[in-house]
């Protein structure tokens, strides 16, 4: 229902930082969600990070548990994932999404999703 505009990803070094930002156009909803997906070439597309937008509560994917941290910032309608100790396999298109805090991070086919960005992790 929203439209939402990734940026942030580039070229980074293995072990090195990136941090993506995820805008929406319009007000998120205190019953949504939002989150990250990725998808790497010829992979099927897998979730990363997710958090509720009125609470602030946060699920990771087990790959990235400790090292991805995602935040929000209410007033900005804006999203952000940091990302650290970035390793070769972290290397995708990086897809912003967000849902009714109630659907299950597993669906794919789910809400608004932006037009992704590139995050390239080299050795």
């Known amino acids: 229902q929203v439209q939402l505009v990734e940026s942030g990803g580039g070229l980074v070094q293995a072990g090195g930082s990136l941090r993506l930002s995820c805008a929406a156009s319009?007000?998120?909803?205190?019953?949504?969600?939002m989150g990250w997906f990725r998808q790497a070439p010829g992979k099927e597309r897998e979730f990363v990070a997710g958090?509720?937008?009125?609470?602030?509560?946060?699920y990771y994917a087990d790959s990235v548990k400790g090292r991805f941290t995602i935040s929000r910032d209410n007033a900005e309608n804006t999203v952000y994932l940091q990302m650290k100790s970035l390793k070769l396999e972290d290397t995708a298109v990086y897809y912003c999404?967000?849902?009714?805090?109630?659907?299950?991070?597993?669906?794919?086919?789910?809400?608004?999703w932006g037009q992704g960005t590139q995050v390239t992790v080299s050795s």
């Open positions: 958090i509720s937008w009125s609470a602030g509560s946060t």
């Open positions: 999404n967000s849902r009714r805090a109630s659907s299950p991070w597993l669906l794919k086919g789910i809400g608004s």
């Open positions: 319009g007000r998120i909803s205190s019953t949504y969600a």
